[in-house]
């Protein structure tokens, strides 16, 4: 049994969640709205305000899905209520980050500087020039638009100098040592 699949997702005030048929499932919330098609072999109840997701047999298909739509589907509820961010720390001399109209522009030690389109779903803040935030209502784009970020300039592990995520630490190495 799927430990995961089998909790049952409670729904918050202001969020609705409707299935249509072939499990496409609509969610819609005070922060917006998303939709996804789940496997269609899933059986999804909507309950008041609990959602509960069955698998109609012990299939190894149905056993590695259930699981996975579950956690899809709650990220969605908490997507449209509460949302999701990712923060990034830029550290390096001259390393910054500014937002333009619609693009995030960083400076990295390249000898241009380095533009990223902003998706028209997410929100890109930054404080700083050094502190950057992505923020929006679905958790696979704010991850993904984070990453492409992060891989501008990967954070090294002599000095730290890069992008790296707020929460995250890197394993500083000692550098090489001279003989005497």
Known sequence: MSRIGNKIITIPAGVTVEVLENNKTVVKGPKGELAFDFNPGLNINV???KITITRPNDSKE???????TRAVL??????????????????GVGYRASVKD?????NAGYSHDVEL?????LKVEVNKN???????IDKQEVGQFAALIRNIRR?????????RYATET???????????
């Open 130 to 136: 050094t502190e950057v935030t992505v923020s929006g």
């Open 102 to 106: 619609n693009k995030i522009i960083v």
């Open 117 to 121: 389109e902003v998706p028209s779903s």
């Open 47 to 49: 309950e008041e305000n």
């Open 74 to 91: 709650n990220n969605m509820v908490v997507g449209v209520s509460e949302g999701f961010k990712k923060g990034l720390v830029i550290s």
């Open 155 to 163: 954070p090294e592990p002599y000095k730290g100098y890069g992008i």
């Open 62 to 68: 149905m056993k590695t899905i259930h699981g996975t």
């Open 170 to 180: 890197i394993r500083r190495k000692e550098g090489k040592t001279a003989k005497k």
